[in-house]
């Protein structure tokens, strides 16, 4: 089949690179002039199942940005007309029965994905930043308390993850602050960290041997279903031209298209009549240069408090968290940035350069593309041939290799190794 992959974020690139394997002739559709330059190109780089199990007290609580606890959502303004129904939905969800299954179901989906990025850079011997085994911080009794129900729900799933005390926590990581309180922490064990951009990067040159075509600069502005069967897609082309001259256009046409365009995603497949309930949540990183390494975690720690990461990328340090609702994208908020730095410090006071010739920090917001429930969209739209793969939000890159693989086995008609009825596009009538 002639298959078009709206996006090269790490889920276009992966699912293009799948659906390649399976012998299609695939071309992607980038507006930007590489790959992973939106939500994939700074993130935490935490890829251990469970890592975002909801190990904080206040994950599933909205906030506004100047409140004390930071794993929940944050308002960073008042929402208006449908939005309220949204986050109305995001809360209440969070807090019904189904929440603990369908987290089970992100684990499962997760385990998936860990297998099939390890696989993939055996394959290929890929040389990305990666490391084994992460902690989720805990740092008071409450939160040694609040751990035990998602420590339970991995293990039942036969998860690598135990209770550890603070002293063999400081034995594991042994650059964290004594300064800083600590009760306990969770123990997750296997590959935990790897670095998303240049997964992508990495994954595109092995996509281009396979056959997949890549067109960056090309934005596509519409998708039309063409009867019997097949799309249309209008194209414009934005390279090399000055910012006042118009993109010059064209049309194209394809047996099947994979939307994963991101927060992008909800405008393109309005205009095929799909209204998808997709908001855009913005996360922030920092990175920064190693000063020293005994002073530098060796893998990932994760703040259960403040939902915010601090993770080894060989030569460097990133640092991630927030959940930020309405804010503008591509502009970092000062209070989520302080409150990333205000973590490094109380557990890692010394890691990284941050002031000098050497203390090059780079501060980075990116805009996750979130559903209320929680969950992504993988697999056929109710539009025959139009295929969905969106919507990870702040965990993406743990399930974009199981994501793209599961989606191809289902356009090829196979049954996937793992149940995609959760994740269906039919759950929203999409
Ligand atoms: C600060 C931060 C930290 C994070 N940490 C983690 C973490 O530790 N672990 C984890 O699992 N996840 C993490 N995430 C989430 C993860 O990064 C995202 O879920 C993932 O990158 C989403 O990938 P994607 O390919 O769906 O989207 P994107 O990477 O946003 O890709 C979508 C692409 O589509 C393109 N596009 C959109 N519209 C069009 C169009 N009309 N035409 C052409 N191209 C178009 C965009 O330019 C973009 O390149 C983090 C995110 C952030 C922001």
């Known amino acids: 089949m002639k298959i078009a992959v709206v996006g090269a974020g790490v ?18 559709f980038e507006r930007r002039s590489t790959v992973a330059e939106e939500a994939s190109f700074a993130s935490g780089a935490l890829i251990a199942p469970g890592w975002a199990a909801g190990w904080g007290l206040a994950g599933r ?5 100047w409140s004390s606890h930071s794993d929940g959502l944050h308002l960073a303004r008042l929402p208006t007309g449908s939005e309220w129904r949204w986050l109305w939905q995001w809360r209440q969800l969070r807090r019904g029965p189904q929440w603990a299954a369908s987290q089970g179901q992100v684990q499962g989906l997760m385990r998936y994905s860990q297998q099939r990025l390890e696989a993939i850079t055996d394959q290929y011997q890929f040389d990305h930043d990666r490391s084994h085994g992460m902690l989720v911080l805990l740092r008071t009794e409450q939160e040694v308390a609040h751990a035990q129900a998602p420590l339970q729900q991995l293990r039942d799933q036969g998860l690598p993850a135990q209770l550890i005390t603070a002293a063999e926590a400081r034995g594991l990581e042994t650059a964290l602050s004594s300064e800083t309180p600590l009760q306990g922490a969770i123990e997750l064990g296997g590959e935990a960290v790897a670095n998303c951009r240049e997964f992508a ?10 056959g997949c075509r890549f067109e960056f600069n ?15 897609l209008e194209l414009a082309h934005t390279a090399s031209r000055p910012p006042n001259e118009a993109a010059s256009a064209s049309a194209r046409t394809f047996d099947a298209v994979v939307v994963c365009a991101g927060v992008a995603s909800a405008g393109l497949l309005r205009q095929l009549g799909l209204n998808l309930p997709l908001q855009s949540v913005q996360g922030h990183s920092l990175s920064a240069a190693v000063r020293e390494p005994m002073d530098a975690p060796q893998s990932a720690v994760l703040d259960a408090h403040q939902g915010v990461s601090i993770a080894r990328l060989g030569q460097r340090v990133r640092v991630a968290g927030g959940h930020d609702w309405g804010r503008r994208t ?24 941050l002031g000098g010739p050497a203390g090059n920090v780079q501060a980075w917001c990116g805009a996750q593309a979130e559903l209320p429930d929680g969950l992504p969209l993988i ?20 399930m974009a290799c199981g994501s793209a693989r599961a989606l191809a086995d289902q356009v090829d008609g196979r ?4 149940d995609l009825t959760p994740f269906s596009p039919r759950r929203h009538g999409i």
Do not use: M
């Open 218 to 232: 090309t934005v596509v502005g519409r998708i039309d279903a063409l009867a019997p069967t097949g799309f249309r």
């Open 201 to 210: 990067v990495l994954l595109r040159a092995r996509a281009l041997q396979a």
């Open 379 to 398: 697999g056929a739209s109710r539009i025959p041939g139009l295929w969905l793969n969106l919507g990870h939000g702040a965990c993406g890159w743990s």
């Open 415 to 418: 049954p996937s190794d793992i």
């Open 330 to 353: 591509g502009t970092p908020s000062k209070a989520a940035l302080q409150r990333l730095y205000k973590v490094l410090s109380d557990w890692f006071p010394g890691a990284v350069r």
């Open 11 to 28: 889920v276009g690139i992966s699912s293009a690179h799948e659906l390649s394997l399976g012998g299609h002739e695939v071309t992607v």
């Open 61 to 65: 609580q909205l906030g506004w940005p």
